[in-house]
């Protein structure tokens, strides 16, 4: 069961591309954006990242932290970064710490098969952890956009 606004989240901590590790939530952060994704260099995800790379910006210049994760590992995180040239960070979560506190590694089905996976989702949280905007199923194309339109109105 994904989190929803008003919940808490589970405390976490991962590492980023560059192996430093990053403590979610975030007292010094007003607020963060925190989106999972599927897996590193298919066709959404490098959509989704580029996005989020593209108004890193933006987020920023409004006091807000952006963080990519996926379960994907430090040195995949490392390769996608480079080729795409990424300016998002991106954490990496292989035992599912986050994905599965944040309830999105989920029941798939592609072709007919079933399998698990992570479910493409996004939630803004404050700096004690409270989820205050959350989407799940989410399609990449323009939504780092809308991300970024309801930060600007939590403000």
């Given at each position: 069961m994904s989190l929803n606004v008003n919940d808490t989240i589970p405390g976490f901590c991962l590492p980023d591309a560059a192996g430093n590790k990053i403590c979610i939530p975030d007292a010094s952060a007003d607020l963060t954006v925190l989106y999972f994704y599927p897996k590193d260099n298919t066709s959404g995800c490098t959509l989704e990242a580029k996005e989020f790379s593209e108004l890193l910006p933006r987020f920023t210049e409004l006091g807000v932290k952006v963080y990519g994760i996926s379960q994907d590992s430090i040195k995949s995180h490392e390769k996608f970064i480079q080729k795409q040239?990424?300016?998002?960070?991106?954490?990496?979560?292989?035992?599912?710490?986050?994905?599965?506190?944040?309830?999105?590694?989920?029941?798939?089905?592609?072709?007919?098969?079933?399998?698990?996976?992570?479910?493409?989702?996004?939630?803004?949280?404050?700096?004690s952890g409270k989820i205050l905007a959350a989407w799940n199923k989410v399609k990449s194309r323009g939504h780092a956009a809308a991300v970024l339109q309801k930060v600007q109105e939590l403000r």
């Open positions: 040239e990424l300016t998002v960070p991106l954490l990496s979560d292989p035992d599912h710490i986050a994905i599965e506190g944040f309830g999105v590694w989920i029941q798939k089905k592609l072709y007919g098969r079933e399998y698990m996976g992570v479910d493409r989702s996004t939630f803004i949280i404050d700096g």
